[in-house]
């Protein structure tokens, strides 16, 4: 069964300093999207870093880059350089064909950037 | 700008009222999907729509629960008979598929919340 698990429910990282958010996920389709979004306090969810399970190479989007360990089935989101705009909840998340395509998120982690 | 829009954002309502929510997706995207999200908790997936085509449903999903995409554009999302663990945000996410390059990433509105009195 599908499955998404992020052990951090908050986590704190000085302004400028970088940051690792954990995913953990399980499939038994070989075929699968990961997937980060950030949520602000606004509410509005944004998408912020893919990886595809066959992708050789960890994906890499701006300040934001994926650590993707398939043996370990993990896909830990790492933030460089943090701003103080990027406090928000982040979910980690994954699409597979044994799903159906639905997208299943994880419970979260809220991020606090401090000055 | 053409995102995802929601209506309406917010909606009070007593319990065992009826309530409908509307979605309308990005104009080129096929799919659309409607989650739930309670505080401080990932969205829930509920349903999903391939054009007008309803093709899954959660279990989350009761028979006090109904979703339409009648025409293939926007959604509606109705709660009949609401209880108060209904009160929620009601997300509603659109995306292409089979468009070359895409990622299958999500575009989502700003939802709905709801509170059940």
């Known amino acids: ?115 | 700008d053409t995102g995802v829009s929601q209506d309406p954002r917010h909606k009070i309502t007593k319990r065992g009222q009826n309530v409908t929510f509307r979605c309308d997706p990005i104009s080129e995207h096929n799919r659309l999907y409607w989650y739930r999200q309670t505080l401080g908790q990932g969205p829930e997936f509920l349903t999903y729509f391939q054009n007008e085509a309803q093709l899954e449903k959660s279990r989350l999903l009761s028979d006090r629960f109904s979703a339409e995409r009648p025409k293939g554009s926007f959604s509606t999302l109705e709660i009949q008979r609401t209880e108060q663990g209904d009160s929620a945000m009601y997300l509603c996410a659109s995306s292409p598929m089979g468009v070359a390059g895409d990622l299958g990433e999500l575009f989502f509105g700003e939802g709905s919340r709801l509170t059940v009195l």
Request: charged content about 20%; overall charge neutral; some cysteine.
């Open chain 1, 1 to 115: 069964a599908q499955k998404i698990t992020q052990t951090q429910p908050g986590m704190f990282v000085q302004e400028k300093e970088a940051v690792t958010l954990d995913c953990t996920y399980d499939t038994s389709d070989p075929s699968y999207g990961l997937f980060w979004y950030k949520q602000p306090s606004s509410g509005e969810m944004i998408f912020l870093i893919y990886q595809g399970s066959y992708d050789q190479q960890n994906a890499t989007e701006g300040r934001y880059s994926l650590n993707f360990q398939k043996a370990r089935k993990s896909a830990n989101l790492v933030i460089s350089a943090s701003q103080l705009g990027d406090s928000a909840m982040y979910f980690c998340a994954m699409r597979d064909s044994g799903g159906g395509f639905k997208t299943i998120f994880g419970a979260g982690t809220r991020l606090f950037v401090k000055a």
